[in-house]
Every structure is written in C-alpha cells, then in structure tokens.
C-alpha cells in the first residue's frame, strides 16, 4: 500500500504562499488519485482539492478556487498544494490522500491518508 507525508505547512501572513508537499512511498504515485482536504479545528472535515492520475481531471472547492492549485509529479512520486492569497479561514490541518481509481471530492471515497500538516494564517 502506499504511505503519505504531508509537507510545507507553517505560519503566515494574511495574503501570503505556502506550498504543500505530500510525498508518497511503497507504491508508484502514478496509480493514484490525489485529492487534498482540510479540518479548522472544531470543523468537520473538507475537500479543498483533488487530481487524477494523470492531471488531466482537477476539481477545486470554491472557497479556494482561483487561490490554490494541485498539481503532481508522477516521477518524483510528489504532489502538491501551491495556496496564494491565503485568508484567515484558510487556518487548518492540511492532509494528502491517495485512491486508486478516478478522482472523486468525498474524503470517504480515499482509502490512503496521510498525517496532516498545520497551516496557520494570522491577520
């Protein structure tokens, strides 16, 4: 199976960048399905992102549309969360998940997640 690790979280400011990092092992990333979500404490979990296989299928959520962008390098068994413009309501624990199949926006659809990284946005 394949094993997750997120990366590049970290305290910002309002209006900053931050890219996400989620490296994977064991198995070739190339046979998965990314997808990003996020939980602000006291929150259920959300869906911010998700890529296909192979990039051609991307689906954002709409309070980071425009802001954020997924992307992955098979080769480097990498993907990543590049977020500009970060906002306040950005503040969460960041996690990478990983599913076989087509990339869907229901975190209960990946089988594969990892740890989570902390992002924090002040004002």
């Known amino acids: 199976q394949v094993q997750l690790a997120e990366s590049g979280g970290g305290l910002v400011q309002a209006g900053g960048s931050l890219r996400l990092s989620c490296a994977a092992s064991?198995?070739?990333?190339?046979?998965?399905?990314m997808g990003w979500f996020r939980q602000a404490p006291g929150k259920e979990r959300e869906f911010v992102a998700t890529?296909?296989?192979?990039?051609?299928?991307?689906y954002y959520a709409d309070s980071v549309k425009g802001r954020f962008t997924v992307s992955r390098d098979n080769p480097k068994n990498t993907a990543y969360l590049q977020m500009n413009s970060l906002k306040p309501e950005d503040t969460a624990v960041y996690y990478c998940?990983?599913?076989?199949?087509?990339?869907?926006?229901?975190?209960?659809?990946?089988?594969?997640w990892g740890q989570g990284t902390q992002v924090t946005v002040s004002s």
């Open positions: 998940a990983a599913r076989q199949g087509v990339a869907r926006t229901g975190g209960s659809e990946y089988r594969y």
């Open positions: 890529i296909s296989r192979g990039s051609s299928n991307i």
């Open positions: 064991g198995r070739p990333l190339s046979n998965y399905a």
